[in-house]
T-cell receptor
Framework: SAVISQKPSRDICQRGTSLTIQCQVD?????MFWYRQQPGQSLTLIAT?????????ESGFVIDKFPISRPNLTFSTLTVSNMSPEDSSIYLC?????????????FGPGTRLTVT | KQEVTQIPAALSVPEGENLVLNCSFTDSAIYNLQWFRQDPGKGLTSLLLIQSSQREQTSGRLNASLDKSSGRSTLYIAASQPGDSATYLC?????????FGAGTQVVVTP
């Protein structure tokens, strides 16, 4: 299984500012994803981070609000831009290695974001 | 669009009882189904993955079944312990994307 770390683990930010979350994996993986978990809710996929090209966003999420980078096969960043209190959530990075037959997904510990 | 439902939303049992958690999904065209555990304020821990061609998967006290044709999966946890208290999430992999249920919050009382 892959070991995933995220930075920061938590942050409290002022509205109107931006925060960049980092996701590091201990091995090269094919697929990386970013999810959001709003308070009391389940997980919602924000986008698929594609290595060397633009991320693929799900309905309701746009690049201007959630720009994503993936410079290589072990690292990705998600930026939450121009934040509002509604952006207060846990943001999770996940990976899937399609080199393995199971296509199992593994998740990082999450970044707990509070916007005041 | 795939929809995933988990019943019950919350469950409280005394230590030693078996737990039965249900997950249903609307589109049977799935690649696999994963069960996760989430502790408060934490990330997700993968418990079991069942491929669409499998009927069940076991790991220790955990057993998960899958009936793809009826769109159902059940997670059984035998002889529950207080350390099993957490939220359990079911996620269906359709077309390379995970669709999550809302979860079942489990409390095991000593």
């Amino acid at each position: 299984s892959a070991v995933i770390s995220q930075k920061p683990s938590r942050d409290i930010c002022q509205r109107g500012t931006s925060l960049t979350i980092q996701c590091q994996v201990d091995s090269q993986v094919t697929m990386m994803f970013w999810y959001r978990q709003q308070p009391g809710q389940s997980l919602t996929l924000i986008a698929t981070a594609n290595q060397g090209s633009e991320a693929t966003y799900e309905s309701g999420f746009v690049i201007d609000k959630f720009p994503i980078s993936r410079p290589n096969l072990t690292f990705s960043t998600l930026t939450v831009s121009n934040m509002s209190p509604e952006d207060s959530s846990i943001y999770l990075c996940s990976v899937e290695d399609r080199g393995l037959p199971n296509y199992e997904q593994y998740f990082g510990p999450g970044t707990r974001l509070t916007v005041t | 669009k795939q929809e995933v439902t988990q019943i019950p939303a919350a469950l409280s049992v005394p230590e030693g009882e078996n737990l039965v958690l249900n997950c249903s999904f609307t589109d049977s065209a799935i690649y696999n189904l994963q069960w996760f555990r989430q502790d408060p304020g934490k990330g997700l821990t993968s418990l079991l993955l069942i491929q669409s061609s499998q009927r069940e998967q076991t790991s220790g006290r955990l057993n998960a079944s899958l009936d793809k044709s009826s769109g159902r999966s059940t997670l059984y946890i035998a002889a529950s312990q207080p350390g099993d208290s957490a939220t359990y999430l079911c996620a269906v992999n359709s077309w390379g994307k995970l669709q999550f249920g809302a979860g079942t919050q489990v409390v095991v009382t000593p």
